[in-house]
């Protein structure tokens, strides 16, 4: 049977009445005043675009946001399973609610998303941590009204992780606050990859497409709303449509979004280097609003390594890629992740990622020591290296990248770049240049979220420091 790729509309209006139930329920209790939900999201931009789905369902409910868990009346925790480190965080910070349960008894608390959709770790969050009502997998997001009624009106806990397979649901609405700098705008979800090492398939489902006319009413209305930045997200946006058969591919929806008039830039990730083709750099080239930074995750120099990741690209064609990228995009700016210590990685194989991290020069590097996740292929991959090894070749990728990242920011300074006025960081303004960097500048707080021209005027190490030299808009 074909496969359904979308949550009907009579499914989604029938979470309408869910809604008003829950808006009157608080209503009642605290007879009148505004209900207060905290959310906080661990993990990828994927979740903090569904965080924002959530809080937009949240606000159709009547609940404004706080930023103080002990003020909340709802609390929402959207969880990263990537690596055992992330998981281990969201554990320690679910645990310490149950003192703000005690105090409060009719705080809900939730908690969503990656983390959830493995049966083991809802069933963990299940038994360990009785004062957590409402467990919802990543599926499931919108059917939260419903769940949420359940909790409230059924007096019981609710645990919902089915897993449908990948449907979009369409027309949530959606909360981004209050800063207009820049929006997070999902274009795919899931993932068919199947890297060796990697969770996220199996929490996320199979990889499916937004219609392009969807996207690009949605980029039309952000433009509108004023927002200076669009990031397209997916976890493979290279393989835009082609599981749909769309005839509009990734390239070809980027170049529709760059057609749209208004003066914006547009970012995306993430990338997978076997689906990224010279026609994508082209395309680039072309489109003038299509920001110069590109993320591009390579994982490992050692194509033996490669080969156990499943990744399905040697280093010879990755480099490839990149050189081709900088033929005809001579001002692009690449970023990476890496991992070090996977499975056996050898002496020799970590020595193939330096030279390739050399070799590129990225801007920056997330670096990420292998993390065994359980369900994955990897987990059961003969493994002698120690930890002890496996942190000291982080070290040392860590200092070959900071020199590399030292040597781009020194050629930075003297230089003016369009930027945006992005975030207040107490004391100063972070600005973002085109390829991604952040430099420091002293600059009134009224102009957050505007365009600037930003002079670099002095690189320390990784931090680069700026003046402000024209205001746009
Ligand atoms: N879809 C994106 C990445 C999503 S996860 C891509 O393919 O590029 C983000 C990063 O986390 C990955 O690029 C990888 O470097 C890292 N990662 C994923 N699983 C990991 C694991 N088990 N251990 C350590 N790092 C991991
Ligand atoms: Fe994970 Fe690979 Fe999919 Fe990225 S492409 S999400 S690393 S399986
Ligand atoms: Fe984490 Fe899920 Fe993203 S596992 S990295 S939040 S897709």
Redesign the pocket.
């Known amino acids: 049977m074909e496969r359904e790729t979308f949550v009907s509309e009579a499914e989604l209006a029938a979470q309408k009445p869910f809604i008003e139930q829950v808006r009157g329920y608080y209503s009642a209790l605290l007879s009148g005043k505004q209900p207060l939900a905290f959310v906080r999201t661990f993990g990828c931009q994927q979740n903090v675009a569904d965080s924002e789905k959530v809080m937009g369902m949240l606000k159709e409910m009547g609940f404004g946001f706080t930023d103080t868990p002990d003020e909340a009346d709802f609390i929402l925790f959207n969880t990263c399973a990537v690596r055992e480190h992330a998981e281990d965080r969201v554990f320690g910070n679910v645990g310490a609610l149950k003192r703000l349960k005690e105090d409060k008894p009719s705080l809900v608390i939730a908690v969503c998303g990656c983390m959830v959709q493995q049966e083991h770790i809802a069933d963990k969050f299940y038994k360990s941590y009785p004062f957590v009502s409402l467990l919802f997998g990543t599926h499931r997001l919108h059917a939260f009204p419903e769940l949420f009624a359940k909790v409230l009106f059924g007096k019981k806990r609710v645990k919902d992780i089915t897993a449908e397979d990948g449907r979009i649901a369409e027309g949530l609405p959606v909360y981004r606050g209050e800063d207009k700098s820049g929006a997070w705008l999902p274009i795919m979800y899931g993932?068919n990859?199947?890297?060796t090492y990697?969770i996220?398939?199996y929490v996320r489902g199979r990889e499916r497409s937004r219609r392009p006319e969807d996207i690009v009413a949605e980029a039309k209305e952000l433009i509108a709303a004023g927002y200076k930045e669009i990031t397209l997200l997916g976890?493979?946006v290279n393989s835009y449509g082609k599981a749909e058969g769309y005839d509009v591919d990734f390239p070809a929806l980027l170049k529709m979004i760059n057609d749209l008039p208004g003066d914006f830039l547009i970012r995306f990730m993430?990338s997978?280097p076997k689906d990224a083709t010279k026609r994508l750099f082209d395309t680039i080239a072309e489109c003038k609003k299509v920001s110069r930074h590109f993320h591009l995750?390579f994982q490992s120099g050692s194509n033996r390594i490669l080969k156990e990741m499943n990744r399905r690209y040697t280093r010879e064609q990755y480099l490839d890629l990149i050189a081709y990228a900088k033929s005809v995009v001579p001002d692009i700016a690449f970023t990476s992740d890496v991992i070090v210590g996977f499975p056996n990685e050898t002496e020799e194989d970590f020595q193939a990622t330096l030279d390739l991290v050399k070799e590129v020069g990225f801007v920056s590097l997330f670096t990420f020591i292998y993390s065994k996740r359980e369900g994955t292929p990897a987990a059961t991959m003969f493994d002698p290296v120690t930890h002890e090894e496996k942190g000291k070749r982080m070290a040392r990728l860590t200092a070959l990248q900071e020199e590399i990242a030292a040597e781009h920011s020194a050629a930075l300074v003297g230089q003016t770049f369009k930027a945006i006025l992005e975030n207040d960081a107490g004391g100063f303004i972070e600005a973002r240049l085109p390829d991604n960097r952040v430099v420091r500048v002293q600059a009134d707080k009224a102009l957050l979220g505007k365009r600037a021209d930003v002079t670099v005027t002095e690189a320390k190490s990784w931090v680069l420091y700026g003046e402000v030299t024209a205001v746009y808009d």
């Open positions: 993932c990859n199947f890297c990697c996220v398939p976890q493979n993430t997978h995750p």
